[in-house]
């Protein structure tokens, strides 16, 4: 459950009635289990040869299923139901255990896409997005994002990360999102948008950064040929 609650919520002490206190900024509250965590795995896998991304083995493990695993153990309890996007090979992704739900939008359109199936399927305040193509995601993905929403009063957190020259940058199918944007994102889709950065634009975003000393610099890494799964397998 969430709530909205200034600072003078928060104080229980007299204040002069000749006074006005001064605005302050609402504070969002987030408890345990108000996360939906949803794998991205509708992608045409164009640069793997077009094979099923999610369906691809990590460590013996198909790649949704890691993800999925990932998401159900990350710190603080806060991710309490899970979600698979998918549009091939249905039944394998409902072998995992969690619900499936196809793109809505024709075509392929991206991962966008699969953040609206997501939120019009969400079943609690907030969704959790992460690419299935990205094994090595941190296991306190949600605790940070959570952090950074209370902490900025934000709609929408988004992962910054190390790319492979050293620069830090965003992460956009990283996304902790709040489902009252479904309206906006149903809205921006139905007039052509694609891109996940002009939606989150629109709205207060607060960008999360994962270059702390003792994060992995490879956490971010996706692997958009085996190649690149194979050099994710090495320790």
Same mark, same amino acid.
């Given at each position: ?168 940058? =965003? ?12 309206? =906006? ?51």
């Amino acid at each position: 459950m969430f709530n909205f609650l200034s600072e003078s919520d928060e104080t229980a002490s007299p204040m002069n009635t000749s006074e006005q206190p001064e605005p302050t900024t609402p504070r969002i509250h987030l408890a345990p289990g108000d996360i939906t965590g949803l794998v991205l795995a509708g992608g045409r896998g164009s640069r793997m040869g077009g094979t099923d991304k999610g369906l691809q083995n990590f460590h013996g493990t198909p790649m949704a299923l890691h993800t999925l695993l990932r998401l159900q153990m990350q710190q603080g309890g806060w991710v309490g139901q899970t979600l698979v996007n998918a549009n091939r090979h249905l039944a394998a992704y409902e072998a995992f255990g969690a619900p499936v739900w196809p793109d809505t939008m024709n075509d392929y359109a991206g991962p966008l896409a699969g953040f609206l199936s997501g939120l019009e399927h969400c079943e609690t305040p907030w969704m959790l997005t992460v690419p299935c193509d990205t094994p090595r995601f941190p296991l306190d993905l949600a605790e940070r994002m959570v952090q950074a929403v209370v902490r900025s009063g934000a709609d929408i957190a988004m992962a910054a990360a190390p790319e492979e020259d050293g620069s830090v940058r =965003s992460q956009p199918v990283f996304c902790l999102l709040h489902v009252d944007l479904l309206a =906006s994102l149903v809205a921006f889709t139905q007039a052509g948008g694609r891109k996940i950065d002009r939606w989150t634009g629109q709205h207060h975003t607060v960008l999360v950064p994962f270059d702390q000393p003792g994060d992995d610099p490879r956490a971010f890494f996706n692997a958009n040929t085996l190649s690149d799964l194979q050099a994710l397998e090495a320790p």
